[in-house]
């Protein structure tokens, strides 16, 4: 009999979605139908592939309300902000179509002899492993230029979130796209290994930094496969603003630190301040504010719910005691939600000021406040991680954002805007423990396709051989 796989939704303990897991032979038998599939499927044309994209954003946007409540669901979010995440898989669409046209498109151009002509080509077979955060928008963002590219794809959502992973491959399906182009495996790490031992072209992964590791370590010796790994980050925020309202400054911080209740890769984990009396009305500000965010789950009006389930928190919670055992000083805790259900998780505030931390993505809402002397000093400290992703800066100075976006070690830098602030029509992604330089959203279209440069000549005709008449 095979193995049952379970989500349940994190407020309520309710379970949403149950599923046989996909074992190894599932798994090679996926891979074979999508590598049986493929060459069909890149052999369509261009036009009738980016129809396909826009027929499923189609059903997206008949399925809207639907699957925004599933999201809701299975991960806790509050409607509203499950309802942007669709909003962006619809988006996703047509923003890939220019990607493709514009990054892995065709040019030609007139030589001597004839033409230089540059086309791009499929990989073949691609395996995404989807993460739990983002169950929609993030995976989305492979398939979509995956298959515009003429991939086939077999896909792994998160084993807490298989729900809305089905119900994304279901509405491909229905848009008409065929059954072995892309396929949805369930199941735990143990599917995920198994698929990876397939004969896959690439593997576009999001989700931790350790995962990633793990990934760059078991592909060292299959060169041929093509990684996209978009991981986590140990993000900092910087604020150096001694003019505006603290309170607009604490805003765009809880923005950058609680959203998604820190469940964001681009989440503010490091809060970097001047000492003295700039930093202590700014971290005042923040305090009150993050005390009062509501926290609620479904239809609620409250700015955060849950995490993704109750493990979680129960990791999130020993991470903060580690934080505090190691001398930060606790200055704001809600990790108990006021008394709601384990998965809840309040925003925590803690003061590591000269304390040694570890330098690791919590993935809650725990923000650790860094105090410095001077600009150069919270440069330096901002710069203090092995990860990349992103970072920011709060200051009014035009001077003191040209230095920061110059010297700053990070692939989305944002001004006066939460670091949570990205676009699908630019690329994202970090370096180090980050990532492995080939960042996602509009430069997808990247690691979807390979180059063909040729020249093409429409006659034969003989080279000169130098010495010879």
């Known amino acids: 009999m095979a193995e049952l796989l379970q989500s349940f939704d994190p407020a309520t303990g309710d379970l949403v979605w149950q599923g046989a897991v996909a074992d ?73 179509i220019r990607a493709q046209a514009e990054r892995a498109g065709t040019s030609d151009s007139a030589q ?13 077979v691609m395996a995404v492993l989807g993460p739990y955060n983002f169950p929609g928008h993030l995976p989305n963002g492979h398939i979509v230029p995956a298959l515009i590219a003429g991939n086939a794809v077999v896909f792994k959502p998160s084993e807490l979130t298989p729900a ?63 990684l996209a790994l978009e991981l986590g980050g140990n993000n900092p925020l910087v604020v150096w603003d001694q003019t505006t309202d603290p309170a607009i400054l604490a805003n765009l911080v809880v923005h950058s630190a609680f959203i998604t209740t820190g469940q964001r890769c ?6 970097i301040v001047p000492e003295g009396e700039a930093g202590d009305a ?22 955060m719910g849950p995490l993704i389930a109750p493990q979680a928190a129960r990791a999130a919670r020993a991470a903060l005691d580690g934080l505090i055992a190691a001398g930060c000083r606790v200055l704001l805790d809600r ?44 440069i330096a400290a901002a710069n203090a991680t092995a990860f990349g992703l992103s970072a920011g800066l709060l200051a009014a100075d035009p001077a003191l954002w040209g ?55 429409p006659e034969l005709t003989p080279v000169a051989v130098p010495g010879l008449s």
């Open 282 to 303: 700014l971290v005042a500000a923040l305090i009150d504010l993050a005390a009062r965010l509501p926290i609620g789950a479904g239809d609620d009006d409250a700015f």
């Open 112 to 124: 001597p002899f004839g033409r230089a002509v540059l086309r791009h080509h499929p990989h073949g």
């Open 164 to 226: 809305v992973g089905a119900a994304l491959v279901d509405a491909w399906h229905a848009a008409g796209l065929a059954d072995d182009v892309l396929q949805v495996v369930q199941g735990g790490r143990d599917t995920g290994a198994a698929l990876l031992e397939q004969d896959i072209d690439g593997l576009l992964f999001t989700g931790s930094a350790t995962a990633g590791r793990h990934f760059r370590r078991a592909f060292i010796d299959r060169p041929g496969v093509i």
């Open 24 to 96: 190894a032979a599932a798994c090679a038998e996926a891979v074979a139908r999508a590598r049986a599939a493929a060459p069909g499927w890149a052999r369509r044309p261009l036009a009738e592939r980016v129809a396909l994209a826009r027929a499923y954003a189609a059903v997206l946007d008949v399925r809207r309300e639907d699957l925004a409540r599933l999201i809701a669901r299975e991960t806790g979010k509050l409607v509203w902000e499950a309802r942007t995440e669709v909003a962006a898989m619809i988006g996703k669409v047509d923003i890939s």
């Open 335 to 378: 990790n108990r939600a006021e008394g709601r259900g384990e998965a809840f998780f309040g925003p925590v505030m803690l003061d590591a000021t000269g304390v040694a931390v570890p330098d690791a993505e919590i993935f809650a809402p725990v923000l650790k406040i860094v105090r410095v002397p001077d600009f150069s000093a919270a």
């Open 266 to 271: 681009s989440c503010a984990r490091r809060l």
């Open 403 to 457: 230095r920061f976006v110059s010297e700053i070690r990070a692939g989305v830098v944002n001004w006066n805007r939460p670091t949570t602030g990205a676009a699908s029509s630019a690329p994202f992604g970090g370096l180090g423990e980050s990532g492995n330089h080939r960042p996602s959203a509009y430069y997808a279209a990247d690691y979807c396709a390979y180059p063909v440069a040729s020249f093409e000549a």
